[in-house]
């Protein structure tokens, strides 16, 4: 362990599974990023807040594969990465929702949860024909959605335009749980959904994070993030300006930070891991 | 270009009234978003009918084959155009690409002793036919490469490349036809065709049939097909979900190539010979065939069977109508109002939800 963590909350160095340092992104004159980090350690739920345009979609692009940052180190596991690709960041076990939620109206919901991974059919047919496996797709689909309680969609081939907004983001959320196996970012997953859908939501990080699965979870609600969070790092204009937890900080405070009315010292935050 | 002209047509002719979202009507308009070819069936059947009524000989298994080969250059184009506009794009320079091609078909493979030949390498047949497909595809390449790389719309590379590839045949071959007698027979072979009963099958349009089974098997059953529709659709969510946007569409404009490479081929067989001038229209017909055939310009949505079915129905009403001994007028007037309906259809059914 090379930067030892002298305020770490607990005693022992825990190495972040993603770590970002330095991060800057610009697009034109516009700065996205302006010298951001991040550190997201094993088995935590790390919730971003901030306002509107504060960064927070791009820093997590960084980590997703959707962007490449123009200067910055991205670590996973310790191992510096360059993402290109959305492809790079999955294969490294990194899934997202983005708020966009990237799904594709006109095809269906099978299809869309196994869009660029499709599986192929065994034997000569998949091989020689390249034929996809569809009925595996629908039916790893149907289970995928059962498991997240999402019943009200009936038919795993029904085009994904004919959903509703929040059952389309339950599709790109149940796509990212489907295949995360290191790390799952969800930006604003809840955004669009209902009171019982968003709860359903809420579970399933409270499940992942069971399991161990570490998430970034980017959200404007306050009471969620506050009921979930092992910690909580705010952004603003670009940048990391405080990492802080459930415990030490209250929802008025971190609204604050937010906006820049209070500044938290150093050593009132929480770089570390809590867990 | 094409969405402002579209919307105001269906402003005018159809949201009144047909936007009401319940009642028959939205099942109607449910059944014909799931199925989109099922509106140029009908419309091809219908008209089949109405032309058999009008005139019995119509439907005689000799006029019958005689569209099938009438359709089968427009035919086989409008494959290559529907992969194009299925990723939201257009491709204009089809027609020259398929004229460059045949015409280095021809000209390679002519003899020594021929005449009107720039290039009388003698080459067989079948390699001269490479070397034509080859350069299709190397054509298609340069409009996928300007798409991807340098970020310019299909409309305008096409357009470009439609100037540049015409300008090639000129250059490079002289613009001059290159008669049947002149060309080996295996070039030909294309417009060779079986006898059933008096139904001429021509072997063009089994490898166009081919083609139209083999690209709907592609778009159906592979992870590319899928990659092609969710390019189209919404490239942001393409390219999020993991797929390399650039690269399928640049494979798009290469496999197009490959497709207008047989159609040249296709082509010299029909018509018997290679000349420059075969299908003037040839770009704008191919479009014509895949909007009716119920494909939308906005991509992301349409079936290879809905422009056979387009491609069939233009011949079809060409046919129908000069055999009821109506003008080239109005023969024309139907058709551009069929491209106007099929595109406020299209207009309507994208509106479709649940
Ligand atoms: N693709 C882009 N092109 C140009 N500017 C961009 C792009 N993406 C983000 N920006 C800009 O970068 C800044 C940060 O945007 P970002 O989307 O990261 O904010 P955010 O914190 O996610 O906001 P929100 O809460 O509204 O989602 C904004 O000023 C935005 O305009
Ligand atoms: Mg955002």
Known sequence: MTDSNTKSATAIDVEPIIKGRNLVKTFGHVVGLNHADLDLFPGEVLAVIGDNGAGKSTLIKCFSGAHTPDSGTVEVEGHSVHFRSTNDARSAGIETVFQTLAVSPALDIATNLFLGRELRKPGPLGQIFRMMDKKQMRAQAAQQLSDLGISTMQDITQAVETLSGGQRQAVAVARAAAFGSKVIILDEPTAALGVRESARVLQLIHDLRERGMPVILISHNMPQVFEIADRIHVQRLGRRVAVITPQSHNANDAVAIMTGAMQVPEDEQTPGPVR | MNSTVTSGVSAIDLSEEFDQPSGP????????????????????????????????????????????????????????????????????????????????????????????????????????????????????????????????????????????????????????????????????????????????????????????????????????????????????????????????????????????????????????????????????????????????????????????????????????????????????????????AAVSLDQWIRKAKG
């Not at chain 2, 390449?141 to 340098?150: M, Q, S, Y």
């Not at chain 2, 470009?160 to 001059?176: P, Y």
């Not at chain 2, 490479?261 to 029909?270: D, F, H, L, V």
């Not at chain 2, 290679?274 to 310009?297: D, K, R």
């Open chain 2, 25 to 340: 009507l939205a099942k109607i308009q449910n059944i014909l978003h799931s199925y989109p070819y099922l509106s140029p069936l009908i419309v091809l059947l219908a008209a089949m009918a109405v032309f058999t009524v009008l005139n019995s000989r119509f439907i005689l298994p000799a006029n019958l084959s005689l569209m099938t080969q009438q359709t089968v250059i427009v035919g086989t184009l409008a494959i290559a155009q529907t992969l194009v506009i299925l990723t939201a794009g257009i491709d204009l320079s089809i027609g020259a690409i398929m004229v460059v091609a045949q015409m280095m078909m021809a000209n390679f493979a002519a003899s020594a002793s021929a005449s009107n030949v720039q290039f009388a390498l003698g080459w067989p047949w079948w390699l001269a036919v490479a070397a034509g497909v080859l350069m299709a595809v190397v054509a298609g390449a340069i409009n996928g490469f300007l798409i991807t790389r340098l970020k310019l719309p299909p409309f305008i590379v096409t357009l470009g490349t439609l100037g540049i590839f015409t300008a090639l045949s000129l250059i490079l071959f002289k613009a001059r036809t290159i008669q049947g007698p002149e060309l080996p027979d295996g070039m030909k072979v294309m417009g060779k065709a079986a006898k059933l009963g008096s139904f001429n099958l021509m072997l063009g349009v089994g490898v166009m049939l081919f083609l139209y089974g083999l690209f709907s098997y592609i778009l159906r059953n592979t992870a590319w097909g899928t990659h092609v529709y969710a390019v189209g659709d919404d490239p942001e969510a393409a390219e999020l979900s993991g797929i390399n946007v650039d690269r399928v569409l640049f494979s798009v404009y290469c496999v197009a190539g490959l497709i207008i490479g047989i159609a040249g081929w296709i082509t010299i067989g029909r018509v018997g010979s290679a000349s420059p001038n075969v299908a003037p229209n040839i770009n704008l017909e191919s479009i014509t065939a895949v909007v009716i055939g119920g494909t939308s310009l906005f991509g992301g949505r349409g079936t290879m069977i809905g422009t056979l079915l387009g491609a069939l129905i233009v011949v079809v009403f060409d046919f129908g109508l000069s055999l009821a001994g109506i003008d080239q007028g109005p023969r024309l007037l139907t058709i551009g109002l069929l491209v106007i």
